[in-house]
């Protein structure tokens, strides 16, 4: 579970048990005016706390130990405290261009995942308005060579405020400290 810390008296955090459910779906879109063919992937997860068993006092949850860094008080989702529940969804559309060049195809994967009510109870599980996307290109030579290039950057809910101490410091929901930046990535792959 998401935590605090961890327990000076037997090196542990907060334990219980979490209850997961996935409902996706895909779709072969066929030929039309953007792309030769196409894949549409949907997906709706829902995750919730059913009970917090171990180390209650280091659980990041609302009602339990969740500070607002601002005031001192308790802390609520906009401070990063997970909820009883959580919901996310996901879309990814990849358009295939096949035979663009001679042996060569181009294949141009956009995803969203968006955090839609709720910060889930399970670290790194995903929180309320944090928003992650991508888009990409990838040639696939021959069937045999892939080359791909990528970017993906992610955008949280920020909670600009003063720490109890009148400290200026950034906090929030979700990956506040990676929204700064974006990620470019390129890949070969191959078979043989």
């Known amino acids: ?21 996935v409902v996706n779906a895909v779709y072969g879109v066929p030929r039309n005016f953007i792309a030769d063919n196409a894949t549409l992937v949907a997906e709706l997860a829902y995750s919730r706390l059913q009970k917090v068993t171990e180390h209650k006092e280091l659980f990041k949850g609302e009602g339990y130990n969740c500070v607002d860094v601002q005031t001192g008080g308790r802390g609520d989702k906009s401070d990063g405290c997970s909820t009883k529940d959580y919901w996310a969804v996901a879309v990814n559309y990849t358009p295939q261009y096949v035979e663009i060049l001679p042996s060569w195809t181009l294949e141009v994967p956009l995803t969203i995942n968006y955090g839609l009510k709720g910060n889930a109870a399970s670290a790194g599980g995903g929180s309320e308005g944090a928003l992650s996307w991508s888009v990409g290109a990838k040639m696939i030579y021959r069937q045999e060579h892939e080359f791909s290039l990528r970017y993906a950057d992610v955008s949280a809910q920020e909670k600009n405020s003063r720490n109890i101490y009148g400290e200026r410091m950034v906090n929030g929901n979700g990956n506040v400290g990676g929204t700064d930046r974006g990620w470019l990535a390129f890949t070969y792959k191959t078979s043989f």
């Open 1 to 21: 579970l998401n935590a605090t810390g961890v327990s000076l008296i037997d090196n542990e955090g907060p334990r219980g048990d979490t209850l997961h459910a």
